[in-house]
């Protein structure tokens, strides 16, 4: 029996002010629910342009279940495609990514397309002679998608044909990738070193609230701060550190630390934590490149952006950006209980190398499944999977810092770093985008 397909109103009931039903992260059918809605009708990134260089370059990448590919067109534009043959719906390419050439080609019976999409030639094509076949759909290629949205190199969809515009949709969030782009005195980024990959049998939810949680460094990597801070005993705490000292100590700071680097929560749940500074601030500074900085910048520009090292901005529901390193996670639920998750490094154009060693470094430090860090969220994240499938409590706590009527005030605010607002906001923000329009053509 279904429970929730055409009752918005028992969604909307999963998310309290200060908790969550913990049917979010167990229902596979609030899973297929949000592949039908929640995915549609919000903004998802799919790549960066950096990825399709050059004209016949795809990107592959299922969105929502549904198979996607970015192409680079001849003039140099992106177009975003449903990686499906017109004809029979055999996926044109297989490969993650790849080059074309000047047209995609079925396996299965040789239709081929231009790069747009548009029909090129079919075999026996007179077989098709007083036919309906220019009619139809299958008669007008692969289908494109109409809403994508391409900033900063960074790509978006929107699968619905109704929702909010990419601008009004993202707001002042965008700010966190002109931090990131920015960073570049070229005002450009490229996408290298590969992606870090893992599967992690837990609901994305899951690990994107753990994105905004400032608590649980102390206690959940204690024994990785702990070798690291025995490592370094002894030496003058103005001593340059080596790259990894510099990266895993800070999380070993207080639970002061972390209250008072700040937060700000914005509509449709983005976010901004670390907005007054964070364990990425103190990095060693390199004179050379803050000086490319103020000639590309000015001195107003280039202070800002260098001084403002935000923990993580997350572009809700699948990007986690930080400024500094130059990296990116991207959260890709594959099932109710199983989620992928994508670390990036960017090199940026006119900047010295060791700021993309210090983007590679971090990542394979923090983010590798074999880390001194991921091994330990990993772990945790499946045992809550497990833990909330028992008996008893059907809720997830979310109280800390909360009080009623919290998001009356305005849609953007500001708060300190421990509280679980930011938390709440993209649940609130899940029930909106769950439940928008449900029952209603998309």
């Given amino acids: 029996m279904a429970m929730y397909r055409d009752h918005p109103d028992r969604i909307r009931a999963l998310v309290q002010e200060d908790r969550v039903h913990r049917d979010l992260y167990l ?62 719906g055999t996926q044109l390419v297989s490969d993650r990514c790849g080059n074309t050439g000047k047209f995609f080609r079925c396996p299965y019976h040789a239709w081929t397309y231009k790069l747009d999409g548009s029909p090129l030639a079919i075999p026996i094509k007179s077989g098709y002679e007083g036919t309906r076949l220019k009619d139809c759909e299958s008669g007008q290629g692969m289908t494109a998608l109409t809403h994508v949205a391409v900033y900063r190199d960074f790509v978006f969809v929107r699968l619905a044909d109704r929702g909010p515009a990419f601008e009004d949709y993202f707001g002042e969030a965008l700010a966190a990738i002109d931090n990131l782009v920015d960073r570049s005195p070229e005002g450009k980024l490229t996408l290298a070193g590969g992606a870090m990959r893992n599967i992690i049998h837990c609901n994305w939810k899951m690990y994107l609230e753990n994105i905004n949680d400032t608590v649980h460094p102390l206690s959940t990597h204690e024994s990785a701060t702990r070798a690291a801070n025995a490592l370094w005993e002894g030496h003058a705490p103005d001593e340059p550190k080596p790259m990894a000292m510099e990266q895993i100590l800070p999380f070993g700071a207080g639970y002061e630390f972390f209250d008072q680097m700040g937060g700000r929560v914005l509509p449709h749940g983005h976010s901004v934590l670390g907005t ?167």
């Fill in 27 to 88: 229902s596979e059918e609030l899973f297929v629910l949000e592949q039908e809605h929640f995915f549609a009708n919000t903004w998802t990134y799919l790549g960066h342009a950096s990825q399709v260089p050059n004209a016949g370059d795809y990107l592959a990448q299922d969105i929502a279940g549904r198979p996607l590919l970015m192409v680079r067109q001849a003039d140099g534009g992106i177009k975003v495609l449903f990686n499906r043959c017109a004809h029979k």
């Fill in 276 to 442: 007054r500074f964070s364990i990425h601030s103190n990095y060693a500074r390199l004179a050379d490149y803050e000086e490319a900085m103020r000639a590309a910048h000015g001195e107003t520009r280039a202070s800002e952006i260098l001084q403002r090292s935000p923990q993580n901005a997350v572009l809700f529901p699948s990007l986690s950006v930080k400024g500094s390193p130059l990296a990116i996670r991207v959260i890709r639920p594959l099932a109710a209980n199983r989620t992928l998750v994508e670390a990036w490094a960017f090199r940026a154009a006119g900047a010295p190398d060791l700021l993309f060693e210090r983007a590679l470094g971090y990542n394979r430090l923090v983010f590798s499944p074999m880390s001194v860090v991921a091994h330990d969220d990993v772990h945790l994240f499946e045992s809550i999977q497990k833990g909330l499938a028992a008996a008893g409590n059907e809720w997830v706590s979310l109280h800390r810092g909360h009080r009623p009527g919290e998001f009356d005030d305005a849609p953007a605010q500001d708060t300190n770093g421990t509280n679980e607002l930011l938390m709440r906001n993209q649940f609130r923000a899940w029930a909106e985008f769950m439940t928008l329009r449900m029952g209603a053509a998309a």
